[in-house]
DNA sequence: ATAGTCACCTGAGCGC
DNA sequence: TGCGCTCAGGTGACTA
Protein backbone atom coordinates (compact mmCIF):
# COMPACT_ATOMS: atom_id res chain seq x y z
CA UNK A 1 0.00 0.00 0.00
CA UNK A 2 2.50 2.65 1.03
CA UNK A 3 5.12 4.32 -0.72
CA UNK A 4 6.66 7.56 0.62
CA UNK A 5 3.74 9.93 0.38
CA UNK A 6 1.34 7.71 1.94
CA UNK A 7 3.89 7.16 4.73
CA UNK A 8 4.61 11.05 5.01
CA UNK A 9 0.77 11.67 5.03
CA UNK A 10 0.26 9.12 7.90
CA UNK A 11 3.73 10.64 10.19
CA UNK A 12 1.93 13.99 9.50
CA UNK A 13 -1.44 12.41 10.45
CA UNK A 14 -0.04 10.58 13.62
CA UNK A 15 2.22 13.14 15.12
CA UNK A 16 0.29 16.04 16.81
CA UNK A 17 -1.53 13.01 19.00
CA UNK A 18 1.64 10.97 19.83
CA UNK A 19 4.30 14.19 20.18
CA UNK A 20 5.23 14.45 24.08
CA UNK A 21 3.04 11.73 25.14
CA UNK A 22 3.90 8.88 27.37
CA UNK A 23 3.20 4.98 26.02
CA UNK A 24 1.24 3.65 28.49
CA UNK A 25 1.38 0.09 27.42
CA UNK A 26 1.84 -2.19 24.14
CA UNK A 27 -0.67 -4.36 23.47
CA UNK A 28 0.17 -6.81 20.42
CA UNK A 29 -2.77 -8.93 19.33
CA UNK A 30 -0.89 -10.80 16.95
CA UNK A 31 3.06 -10.42 16.94
CA UNK A 32 3.02 -12.63 13.20
CA UNK A 33 4.41 -9.49 11.23
CA UNK A 34 6.82 -9.31 8.70
CA UNK A 35 9.00 -10.30 11.42
CA UNK A 36 8.24 -11.44 15.02
CA UNK A 37 7.21 -8.38 17.51
CA UNK A 38 9.00 -8.37 20.05
CA UNK A 39 9.55 -5.34 21.95
CA UNK A 40 11.42 -4.50 25.06
CA UNK A 41 8.83 -3.94 28.20
CA UNK A 42 10.84 -1.08 29.53
CA UNK A 43 9.21 1.38 26.40
CA UNK A 44 6.65 1.78 28.44
CA UNK A 45 6.19 4.70 30.60
CA UNK A 46 8.67 6.34 27.99
CA UNK A 47 8.27 10.11 26.09
CA UNK A 48 7.81 10.11 22.49
CA UNK A 49 10.01 12.46 21.65
CA UNK A 50 10.47 12.87 18.23
CA UNK A 51 8.62 11.54 14.71
CA UNK A 52 10.48 11.18 11.50
CA UNK A 53 10.16 9.51 8.46
CA UNK A 54 13.21 7.09 7.33
CA UNK A 55 12.28 5.79 3.78
CA UNK A 56 9.24 4.13 4.31
CA UNK A 57 9.98 3.42 8.02
CA UNK A 58 8.10 5.53 11.18
CA UNK A 59 10.77 6.44 13.97
CA UNK A 60 9.29 7.00 16.79
CA UNK A 61 11.96 8.10 19.38
CA UNK A 62 11.70 8.26 23.04
CA UNK A 63 15.37 9.01 25.08
CA UNK A 64 16.71 5.53 24.42
CA UNK A 65 15.71 5.11 21.10
CA UNK A 66 13.18 4.27 18.74
CA UNK A 67 9.95 1.91 17.61
CA UNK A 68 10.69 1.61 13.52
CA UNK A 69 7.40 0.79 12.40
CA UNK A 70 6.63 -0.05 8.77
CA UNK A 71 3.22 -0.49 6.86
CA UNK A 72 4.08 -3.15 4.43
CA UNK A 73 1.77 -3.52 1.71
CA UNK A 74 -1.60 -3.29 3.34
CA UNK A 75 -1.02 -1.32 6.58
CA UNK A 76 -2.07 1.69 7.66
CA UNK A 77 -2.03 3.18 11.50
CA UNK A 78 -5.00 5.34 13.24
CA UNK A 79 -5.60 7.17 16.28
CA UNK A 80 -8.46 5.32 18.37
CA UNK A 81 -9.70 5.95 21.91
CA UNK A 82 -8.36 3.26 23.75
CA UNK A 83 -11.35 1.61 24.24
CA UNK A 84 -12.65 0.84 20.56
CA UNK A 85 -12.54 -2.82 20.10
CA UNK A 86 -10.05 -4.25 17.85
CA UNK A 87 -11.20 -5.60 14.56
CA UNK A 88 -10.08 -8.71 12.88
CA UNK A 89 -6.79 -7.38 11.13
CA UNK A 90 -5.87 -4.20 14.22
CA UNK A 91 -3.03 -6.41 15.24
CA UNK A 92 -1.25 -3.65 17.91
CA UNK A 93 -2.01 -0.83 19.68
CA UNK A 94 0.03 1.86 21.27
CA UNK A 95 -1.77 3.13 24.18
CA UNK A 96 -0.71 6.70 25.13
CA UNK A 97 -0.94 8.71 28.31
CA UNK A 98 -3.99 10.86 27.71
CA UNK A 99 -6.31 7.53 26.66
CA UNK A 100 -5.54 7.69 22.98
CA UNK A 101 -3.62 4.82 21.31
CA UNK A 102 -1.78 4.07 17.94
CA UNK A 103 -3.75 1.09 16.04
CA UNK A 104 -2.04 -0.40 13.30
CA UNK A 105 -4.44 -2.18 10.85
CA UNK A 106 -2.20 -4.69 8.66
CA UNK A 107 -4.37 -7.38 6.95
CA UNK A 108 -1.30 -9.26 4.67
CA UNK A 109 1.18 -8.46 8.04
CA UNK A 110 3.89 -7.86 5.78
CA UNK A 111 4.10 -4.38 8.18
CA UNK A 112 6.83 -4.49 11.18
CA UNK A 113 7.72 -3.44 14.63
CA UNK A 114 11.15 -3.44 15.88
CA UNK A 115 12.92 -1.46 18.72
CA UNK A 116 16.17 -0.04 18.24
CA UNK A 117 18.76 1.38 21.08
CA UNK A 118 20.63 4.44 19.68
CA UNK A 119 21.96 4.75 17.24
CA UNK A 120 19.02 4.37 15.27
CA UNK A 121 20.93 4.30 12.23
CA UNK A 122 22.65 0.89 13.05
CA UNK A 123 19.64 -0.62 12.79
CA UNK A 124 20.13 -3.39 10.14
CA UNK A 125 17.22 -2.27 7.84
CA UNK A 126 18.38 1.34 8.03
CA UNK A 127 21.90 0.79 7.72
CA UNK A 128 21.77 0.21 3.86
CA UNK A 129 19.70 2.52 2.84
CA UNK A 130 20.23 4.73 -0.15
CA UNK A 131 19.20 8.59 -0.07
CA UNK A 132 15.90 10.82 0.44
CA UNK A 133 14.11 11.07 -2.65
CA UNK A 134 13.40 14.94 -1.27
CA UNK A 135 16.83 15.29 -0.29
CA UNK A 136 19.92 17.58 -1.30
CA UNK A 137 21.50 14.62 -2.06
CA UNK A 138 18.90 13.13 -4.70
CA UNK A 139 20.62 14.63 -7.78
CA UNK A 140 20.96 13.94 -11.32
CA UNK A 141 24.34 13.48 -10.49
CA UNK A 142 23.75 10.80 -8.40
CA UNK A 143 21.90 8.88 -9.99
CA UNK A 144 24.06 9.06 -13.42
CA UNK A 145 26.91 8.19 -11.48
CA UNK A 146 24.84 5.18 -9.29
CA UNK A 147 23.52 3.75 -12.46
CA UNK A 148 26.66 3.26 -14.75
CA UNK A 149 27.47 -0.28 -16.15
CA UNK A 150 23.95 -1.48 -14.76
CA UNK A 151 22.05 -3.23 -17.42
CA UNK A 152 18.94 -3.37 -14.90
CA UNK A 153 15.48 -1.85 -16.19
CA UNK A 154 15.55 1.70 -14.98
CA UNK A 155 12.36 1.51 -13.40
CA UNK A 156 13.71 -0.96 -11.03
CA UNK A 157 16.62 0.69 -10.46
CA UNK A 158 14.54 3.89 -9.44
CA UNK A 159 12.81 0.95 -7.15
CA UNK A 160 16.24 0.02 -5.52
CA UNK A 161 16.05 1.21 -2.02
CA UNK A 162 19.70 0.90 -1.99
CA UNK A 163 19.84 3.70 -4.87
CA UNK A 164 17.02 5.85 -3.84
CA UNK A 165 14.19 5.33 -1.17
CA UNK A 166 10.48 5.60 -1.19
CA UNK A 167 9.64 5.14 -4.34
CA UNK A 168 7.47 2.22 -5.19
CA UNK A 169 5.40 0.55 -8.00
CA UNK A 170 2.86 3.52 -8.83
CA UNK A 171 5.42 6.59 -8.23
CA UNK A 172 8.10 4.81 -10.41
CA UNK A 173 5.44 4.67 -13.18
CA UNK A 174 4.24 7.64 -12.96
CA UNK A 175 7.44 9.23 -12.75
CA UNK A 176 9.04 7.93 -15.56
CA UNK A 177 5.79 8.93 -17.39
CA UNK A 178 6.71 12.59 -16.58
CA UNK A 179 10.03 12.26 -17.73
CA UNK A 180 9.28 10.78 -20.69
CA UNK A 181 12.00 7.48 -20.63
CA UNK A 182 10.43 4.04 -21.43
CA UNK A 183 10.68 1.95 -17.63
CA UNK A 184 12.57 -0.69 -19.24
CA UNK A 185 15.89 1.28 -20.72
CA UNK A 186 18.45 -0.42 -19.32
CA UNK A 187 19.60 2.00 -15.98
CA UNK A 188 23.38 2.23 -17.35
CA UNK A 189 22.36 3.96 -21.40
CA UNK A 190 20.60 7.00 -19.57
CA UNK A 191 21.97 10.28 -20.01
CA UNK A 192 23.31 12.74 -17.28
CA UNK A 193 20.36 15.00 -18.48
CA UNK A 194 18.06 12.79 -18.54
CA UNK A 195 18.67 11.49 -14.99
CA UNK A 196 18.34 15.53 -13.99
CA UNK A 197 14.88 15.19 -15.60
CA UNK A 198 13.80 11.99 -14.29
CA UNK A 199 14.94 13.69 -10.36
CA UNK A 200 13.18 16.43 -11.03
CA UNK A 201 10.00 14.64 -11.75
CA UNK A 202 9.95 12.44 -8.89
CA UNK A 203 10.54 15.57 -6.58
CA UNK A 204 7.45 16.98 -7.92
CA UNK A 205 5.16 13.72 -8.00
CA UNK A 206 6.12 12.53 -4.48
CA UNK A 207 5.20 16.19 -3.62
CA UNK A 208 2.76 16.52 -5.66
CA UNK A 209 0.81 13.15 -3.99
CA UNK A 210 1.82 14.06 -0.51
CA UNK A 211 -0.18 17.41 -0.84
CA UNK A 212 -3.12 15.19 -1.38
CA UNK A 213 -2.36 12.84 1.55
CA UNK A 214 -1.38 10.31 -0.84
CA UNK A 215 -3.08 7.64 -3.12
CA UNK A 216 -5.87 5.36 -2.11
CA UNK A 217 -6.07 2.38 -4.49
CA UNK A 218 -8.65 0.57 -2.57
CA UNK A 219 -7.11 0.58 1.55
CA UNK A 220 -4.85 3.30 2.42
CA UNK A 221 -6.68 6.03 4.86
CA UNK A 222 -4.24 8.15 6.50
CA UNK A 223 -5.13 8.35 10.51
CA UNK A 224 -7.78 10.53 10.21
CA UNK A 225 -9.13 7.64 8.39
CA UNK A 226 -9.10 9.63 4.76
CA UNK A 227 -8.38 8.59 1.51
CA UNK A 228 -6.11 10.08 -0.30
CA UNK A 229 -6.44 11.73 -3.34
CA UNK A 230 -3.78 11.42 -5.62
CA UNK A 231 -5.48 8.38 -7.04
CA UNK A 232 -7.40 11.62 -9.00
CA UNK A 233 -4.29 12.28 -11.03
CA UNK A 234 -2.22 9.08 -11.76
CA UNK A 235 -1.78 9.59 -15.75
CA UNK A 236 -0.52 5.89 -16.45
CA UNK A 237 -0.47 3.58 -12.99
CA UNK A 238 -3.61 1.27 -13.95
CA UNK A 239 -4.63 2.82 -16.74
CA UNK A 240 -3.30 0.00 -19.35
CA UNK A 241 -5.25 -0.23 -22.31
CA UNK A 242 -6.80 3.43 -21.86
CA UNK A 243 -5.69 6.22 -24.17
CA UNK A 244 -2.72 8.53 -22.88
CA UNK A 245 -4.10 11.56 -21.51
CA UNK A 246 -1.37 13.76 -23.05
CA UNK A 247 -1.01 12.25 -26.34
CA UNK A 248 -4.32 10.09 -26.72
CA UNK A 249 -2.22 6.63 -27.72
CA UNK A 250 -3.09 3.45 -26.47
CA UNK A 251 -1.11 3.20 -22.77
CA UNK A 252 0.85 -0.57 -22.72
CA UNK A 253 1.04 -2.54 -20.13
CA UNK A 254 3.96 -5.07 -19.37
CA UNK A 255 5.64 -6.87 -16.63
CA UNK A 256 9.33 -4.97 -15.25
CA UNK A 257 10.85 -6.75 -12.92
CA UNK A 258 7.41 -9.07 -11.61
CA UNK A 259 5.70 -5.46 -11.02
CA UNK A 260 2.70 -4.06 -13.30
CA UNK A 261 4.06 -1.48 -15.55
CA UNK A 262 2.40 0.89 -17.41
CA UNK A 263 3.57 3.45 -20.32
CA UNK A 264 3.20 5.45 -23.41
CA UNK A 265 5.04 3.99 -26.15
CA UNK A 266 4.59 7.88 -27.63
CA UNK A 267 5.22 9.79 -25.08
CA UNK A 268 7.99 7.95 -23.33
CA UNK A 269 11.19 6.78 -25.69
C1' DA B 1 28.31 -6.13 -6.74
C1' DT B 2 24.40 -7.13 -9.66
C1' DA B 3 20.20 -9.24 -11.43
C1' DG B 4 16.52 -12.34 -11.22
C1' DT B 5 13.25 -15.21 -8.63
C1' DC B 6 10.79 -16.63 -4.55
C1' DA B 7 8.61 -15.98 -0.36
C1' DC B 8 5.80 -14.01 3.15
C1' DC B 9 0.05 -13.09 3.78
C1' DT B 10 -5.00 -11.82 2.99
C1' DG B 11 -8.64 -10.10 0.19
C1' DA B 12 -10.81 -8.54 -4.07
C1' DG B 13 -12.25 -9.37 -8.58
C1' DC B 14 -13.15 -12.23 -12.39
C1' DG B 15 -14.61 -16.24 -15.33
C1' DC B 16 -16.99 -20.41 -15.13
C1' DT C 1 -23.06 -19.24 -4.29
C1' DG C 2 -18.86 -21.30 -4.81
C1' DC C 3 -14.35 -22.51 -6.74
C1' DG C 4 -10.04 -21.52 -8.64
C1' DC C 5 -7.19 -18.36 -10.56
C1' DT C 6 -4.70 -13.76 -10.80
C1' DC C 7 -3.44 -9.63 -8.90
C1' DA C 8 -2.18 -6.06 -5.27
C1' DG C 9 0.93 0.02 -2.69
C1' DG C 10 7.07 -3.98 -0.13
C1' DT C 11 11.31 -6.00 0.44
C1' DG C 12 14.62 -9.52 2.48
C1' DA C 13 16.64 -14.01 1.26
C1' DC C 14 18.49 -16.80 -1.93
C1' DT C 15 20.77 -18.18 -6.26
C1' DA C 16 23.93 -17.77 -10.06
Not at 45 to 74: F, N, P
Not at 110 to 119: A, D, E, I, M, V
Amino acid sequence: MPELPEVETTLRGITPSLLNRRIVSLDVREPRLRWPVQIPSDVCGKRIVRLTRRAKYLLLYVDAGALILHLGMSGHLRIVSGNVPPGKHDHLDILLDHGLALRLTDPRRFGSLHWQPHPVADHWLLRNLGVEPLSDAFTGDYLFARSRRRRAAVKNFLMDAHVVVGIGNIYANEALFKAGVRPRIAAGRLSRARYREIVARIRETLTTAIGQGGTTLRDFVGSDGRPGYFANELLVYGRQGKPCRRCGVMLKGLRVGQRSTVYCPNCQR
